[in-house]
Nanobody, 130 residues
Framework: QVQLIESGGGLAQAGGSLRLSCAAS????????MAWFRRAPVKAREARDF??????????YYANSVKGRFTISRDNAKDTVYLQMNSLKPEDTAVYYC?????????????????????WGQGTQVTVSS
């Protein structure tokens, strides 16, 4: 089993920055893909919209809505993934979830699909004011 603990959420002004962290513990050696999803306030509780993902080898995938503004990175030695969010917009307001997968399907369509991920964090709130 793998446990994911997120941190770093909070309040930012439009144009500002925040950095999220997600630390994995347990059987973390089994993790290949790690990702961030988010759920906007108007979405259903179970909704998860893809933000970005990173493979163990460092290859990354981004949703068009965050490309050029968000950066995902990964420290395999620390079993931690980071999300640097710059040029934040009010529409980035959401609960952000870290996710981990024991598989490495190496396609955008697979990595952006929530069903690919076996492990999820509890979520951290990000609020961007205009």
């Amino acid at each position: 089993q793998v446990q994911l603990i997120e941190s770093g959420g909070g309040l930012a002004q439009a144009g500002g920055s925040l950095r999220l962290s997600c630390a994995a513990s347990g059987r973390s050696f089994s993790i290949y893909g790690m990702a961030w999803f988010r759920r906007a306030p108007v979405k259903a509780r179970e909704a998860r919209d893809f933000v970005t993902a990173i493979r163990r080898n460092g290859n990354t995938y981004y949703a068009n809505s965050v490309k050029g503004r968000f950066t995902i990175s990964r420290d395999n030695a620390k079993d931690t993934v980071y999300l640097q969010m710059n040029s934040l917009k009010p529409e980035d307001t959401a609960v952000y979830y870290c996710a981990a997968s024991p598989r490495d399907p190496y396609t955008y369509s697979a990595y952006s699909n929530p069903v690919q991920y076996d492990y999820w964090g509890q979520g951290t709130q990000v609020t961007v004011s205009s």
